[in-house]
């Protein structure tokens, strides 16, 4: 999975995922979800930082969008690691396998 750059303490960058079903490739609908992105310190256990998906998603068609204002991104530049997370209305819980990368540097 391709990284994503961010810089610290920016206030409106954004992050677009689609998630899909591996066995056939269909969209999840994301209507009746909660879905949110954990971020962590590469190669720690510790999340510095969960978003939820904006509520202009495109949910339908299995788009979720984070928002990272510049509180979000106040963490120390560095290597970090994300996961998308949806919790479907009957408690089930979906977590993407792949972590994506996430490259935050400091701002001049």
Do not use: C, W
Not at 33 to 49: H, Q
Request: net charge negative; proline share 3%; charged share 20%.
């Amino acid at each position: 999975m391709k990284p994503i750059y961010l810089v610290r303490n920016d206030n409106n960058s954004q992050l677009k995922v689609t998630l899909t079903r591996e066995d056939t490739g269909a969209v999840i609908d994301l209507r009746t979800a909660t879905v949110i992105l954990k971020v962590r310190r590469k190669n720690t256990g510790i999340v510095v930082l969960t978003l939820p998906a904006l509520l202009g998603s495109d949910f339908q068609n299995g788009q979720a969008i984070f928002n990272f204002s510049s509180a979000n991104l106040s963490i120390s530049a560095g290597e970090y690691t994300g996961e998308v997370e949806t919790t479907f209305v009957n408690g089930s819980i979906e977590t993407t396998y792949d972590e994506i990368p996430v490259v935050i540097r400091d701002d001049y």
